[in-house]
Structures are given as C-alpha cells and as structure tokens.
C-alpha cells in the first residue's frame, strides 16, 4: 500500500504535462468507477449505500474531486517529490482539526510537541526552498490537506457502517459525474502514449487496486496500523521523483520531511489522542 500510494504523484506529474487537470482527474475516477462499480454490485454492495447519496455526495467533493483537481493543478508548477512530502503534514491538519472541533479531546503535551516539530518542518520545507515554490500552487496543496484530513472524518462518522467497495465505487461514480464538464468544455486533443499509460496505472493500479487492497488491509490489521501509509507514502514519493523524473532532492526535503514525520507520528499517537483520530482509516489520503 504504501508503495500504490507512493505513485500517484509521480505519475500526476507526467500525465499533466499534456492534459489539464480537470479531465485528467476525470479520466482516472471514470476508469475506477468502470472497474470498482461492476465487482461492487455483483457482491450486493451498492444498494446500502445509495440511501446516503448526500453524504457520499460530500465526501466525493471533500475527498476526490476538490484535492485531486488541485494536487493535479499543484504540480503543474511543483515537483512531484515536493506535493508528496507536503501531503506528509495531513496527519498534522487532521490532529489539529480534531482538537479544535467539537468532536477532539484535550491533546497530551506529547501530541502538542508533535504538532509544533510537526509544523516546523513544513516551514522548514516551505522556507529553505522557498526561491522554487509558486504561491498558487502551495495554497491549492493547503486546500488539498484540508481535504484530505476532512474527508476521513466523514468516512469513519457517516459512512464506516456500509461496505468499503461499495462507497468507494460510488464515490468514484459521482465524482466522474462532477467532473465531466472539465473534458466538454476543453475536449482534450491527441493524448501521447506516455500521459495514457499514466492515466491507465492512476486509475487500475492506485485507484481500483488501491482501495480494494485498503480495506482488505483494514479488515487485517485495522485503521490505526494502516496510518503508517500517511507516513511512509511521501518517501516513495520523493525516491521516485528523483530517481525517475531526475528532480533534485533540496535541502528543504533533506531537513523538513524528518521533522514532519516525526510531528505526525507524536502528533497522531494512541492514548489521549483526539477522540476518533486513530479509528478513521486516514490512509486513503494517500491516494492521491
């Protein structure tokens, strides 16, 4: 899983480069949504979840449509390395968000510690490298992180009684829906072999067989183990970026990613940790 999750942003970053970030986005959930959907209603997993089609509605725009147009849009401008480490801080936005609502517990000073090391290294990553950055760019990836930490908490509070495959199928049916008018409205032209292939892997490989394998491994291990995704994601992000799509590895990267791993995992830690934090299945913020 962490390896699936690592992909994405490395091949986002080459799809973009000949497709806007609407219709490739919408691409990739229309693939999903033509494999997950079949195998979810021959198993009788659609019906519970279409009598909750306005939560599934929001959760689709809070956790795909919105973040993954804007992550898309991001590394336009970004690296692919950068937006996976700067997705790292997730696990951060969520445990922030978790004490300041209404449904966060007081935070230990442990988890408070994490938060301050935790943000630390994102201005370490922001600021050290900050002569390579594009303000639009960094404040889509704010917009996507916010996603990304809101959307898990919809899925565990609203939705985590109905079968996985099932909301994750029609999640991707209705975020295909959203989208399509990003390819009507600026058809797309001769799509080289290279952004399909891309399109291809996002769709069957870190989308369909993603989630699939995400909740099997739920079902395994639970959510709070599968959180070591949110962690260890970034870094296949940032070796692949590098090895692959030959971008530098910068002394923000170097020095900022440590100490937001080492916030998150504080940050995010069992015990008086905010109430619901470590029983929703965060990972899936990885997929990006």
């Known amino acids: 899983m962490c390896l699936l999750w690592g992909l994405p942003y490395l091949f986002i970053r080459v799809a973009v480069e000949h497709l806007n970030p609407g219709t490739m986005v919408f691409l990739r959930t229309a693939g999903a949504s033509l494999l997950l959907v079949p195998a979810a209603a021959a ?42 480490l700067l997705v790292a801080a997730v696990p951060l936005i969520a445990a922030a968000l978790a004490f300041f609502s209404s449904y966060g517990d007081r935070m230990s000073l442990r988890q408070v510690a994490g938060l301050a090391v935790g943000f630390v290294g994102v201005g370490c990553l922001v600021g050290l490298d900050l002569g390579q950055l594009h303000p639009v760019a960094m404040a889509e990836m704010l917009v996507v992180s916010i996603g990304y930490a809101t959307g898990p908490v919809i899925l565990s509070r609203r939705l985590s009684d109905l079968p996985g495959m099932g909301v994750i199928a029609c999640s991707m049916t209705v975020s295909t829906v959203l989208l399509l008018p990003f390819p009507l409205l600026q058809p797309p032209g001769r ?17 369909a067989l993603a989630f699939v394998l995400f909740f099997k491994l739920i079902a395994e291990i639970g959510p709070t183990r599968c959180n070591v995704i949110t962690y260890v994601n970034p870094a296949v992000a940032l070796v692949l970026g590098v090895l692959v799509l030959g971008e530098r590895l910068t002394v923000g990267m170097v020095v900022g990613f440590p100490l937001i791993l080492l916030g998150s995992v504080l940050a995010a830690r069992t015990g008086s940790s905010p109430r619901g934090l470590q029983a929703e299945p965060a990972a899936p913020v990885a997929a990006r």
């Open 43 to 84: 198993r009788g997993m659609l019906r519970p979840v279409l009598s909750r089609w306005r939560v599934i509605l929001v959760f689709s725009v809070v956790e795909v449509v919105v973040p993954w147009v804007m992550l898309s849009d991001a590394e336009r401008r970004l690296t692919s390395s950068l937006t996976g």
């Open 191 to 207: 799509i080289p072999g290279r952004a399909i292939a891309s399109i291809a892997v996002l769709a069957v490989v870190c989308t």
